[in-house]
């Protein structure tokens, strides 16, 4: 999947949507709707398997549709949302540090890159990088940002690869000259895996940067309330975000889902650290998706995402077991956000 918190339009949970295979990006079996007897997309196999098991899910790679990706945009914006501003300020202010522990002449691979905004921080702050590989789903959209970024770094190899960044991939060998290999996964993208997913996304990562490292950024543990507010906006943002979901399977996949019989539903889990996301039926009802009946009670839900948040040390000891030797850590001033320098 796409990293959510780089792009201003379209992810997936392909990034995230992760890989190792993390469940949520294996694909199912090759279903056909009843109705029709054509291949069902990704999402429209997706939505039929999340719908028919108990209780319902459905991979948050789903969110980041053109819509869904510019209702993001606006979630990074909000008030509420502290994750995306203080990430920002983060490698701003520590890019130096950070570029003294990457080093020169790095080649820098972005998992999920998206609009490739966070990473010109890097870019801006590292000595001589060689070269620059974002890697995401959405190959039209990736291409359209490395086009612009190979204007503003005229000196830098700018090689987008289009695909899953969850799934093993063989990456080009190292330039003649080139320094250490360095992954770049910010946003706290980490955080929307399951628990299996991310140690396997991570496990992954230090096979394909060994020698090098992983510079990830991580929305870290904190009081209830904050966390609350950041998946409860004043303004509902994070709700039609949500509900989006249910607005893009009517439209891509036959379905009828009434988005006023639904409701955004956002709390967190302290034992689990995680924030959950769902959507709620508001009352008995029946939809149809691609000719299939499903039917909902009052209250029912469907899980949509998991937005685990880690202190720092559990973030540390999860790189150990995937295989990291933990390096220096940089947080803002209130500690509500990390980044992470791991040497794979
Ligand atoms: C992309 N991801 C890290 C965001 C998060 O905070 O988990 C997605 C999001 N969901 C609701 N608000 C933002």
Redesign the pocket.
Known sequence: MR???TSSSS?S?VA?KSQQQPQQHQQPAQRSTAATGEPLSEFGREMQAGLSRTPRSIS?KF?YDAAGSQL?DR??ELPE?Y?TRTELRILGECAGEIAGQIGPNAEIVEFGAGSLTKVRLLLDALETPKRYLPIDISGEHLEAAAERLKADYPKLVVQPIAADYTMPLVLPAPMAGAGRRVGFFP??????FEPDEALAFLQLAARMLRGGGLLIGV?LVKDPARLHA??NDAQGV?GE??LNLLRRANAELDADFDLDGFTHA?FYNAPRQR?E?HLVSRRAQNVSLKGEQFGFEEGETIHT????KFTVEGLRALAVRAGFRPGAVWTDPEKLFSVHWLLA
Request: proline content about 9%; overall charge negative.
């Open positions: 990293n959510p918190n992810l949970f995230a948050p969110f993001f979630i990074c949302y994750p946003g706290s993208t980490i955080g929307n929305d950041a998946y994070t975000f949500n956002a924030i996301m995402e998991y937005s685990h």
